[in-house]
């Protein structure tokens, strides 16, 4: 970002007195993960396919990011996933974090790499279900081969046999590379950006209504083809929250550059809902 703009976003944020979440991953192992509050996703389930796990061994920090890797051969029983979740205590507000996503190349896996908030689907069209995210398909999937990003905010969901309602906004073409992607929760409509572009608002009972967990995830649709063991990865450098505020992309891109030259690695004054993060979808 050129200087001037950075110091016209700087002038612009408000006072950072809290409500604020940021984490940007500089602990030196899983384990400190695990103090900062962050859950790492062991056993199967939604959005892996039967027969695929989650292992917090797919995560792995190394010079200020976290890396999610899916390894596979094709196979769901040989196919191992990732994800993190934060706390949930996150709803009204703005959530946006720097992600590397990879596409590569010749291959035809269809892995999906995502940033999302959500809360537990406690039964089959949950009414109360909340969920925002970020789904990037490198090598296409779902029924169709083009690569495409997605923007969502969901209503609710029956897994099996699946029937979902929700919106969604799709773009399409690689996003191969450094992305910063930033979701806005209000009380009657949501907006998701990528760089700083709108790609969808969505109203009505896809807004979300319950407290949700912060999340990243690597996870493998169907249709993989049986071979050799291969693996895919993607990487979070930071990921911000302001509870109760509807801000930019930049200004939550110049908090972040802040927080970093304040040497502020990690930052939650978001007070604790009391709610359990169940790290299941």
Known sequence: ????????????????????????????????LRADGWV???GSGHPGLPGARFAPGQLSLEGGLLSLRLSTDG???HTTLAQLCGPRKFLVGTTAARV???????????V???FFLAGPLRHDYDPDFSEVDFEYLPHGGWGEPETRLYGVSWHTVRLDPWESFN????????FDGWQLLTVQVEATRTRHYVNGRLIGEHTGRNVPSQPMAI??????????A???????????????????RTLTPAAMQARADQLKRQGRARVDTVPDSGLTSECNL
């Open 1 to 32: 970002m050129k200087p001037l703009p950075l110091l016209l976003a700087l002038a612009a944020l408000p006072a950072w007195a809290g409500g604020e979440f940021f984490d940007d991953f500089s602990q030196k192992d899983l384990d400190g």
């Open 40 to 42: 790492l996703r062991e």
């Open 75 to 77: 196979r769901p029983e």
């Open 100 to 110: 590397r996503l990879r596409d590569t190349p010749g291959s035809r896996d269809p």
């Open 112 to 114: 999906i790499q995502s």
């Open 167 to 174: 919106q969604a906004s799709i773009v399409q073409g690689s």
């Open 215 to 224: 999340a990243f995830n690597h996870w493998l649709s169907a249709g993989a």
């Open 226 to 244: 049986e071979g050799e063991p291969r693996s895919h990865e993607f990487e979070v450098d930071w990921v911000l929250h302001e509870a109760g």
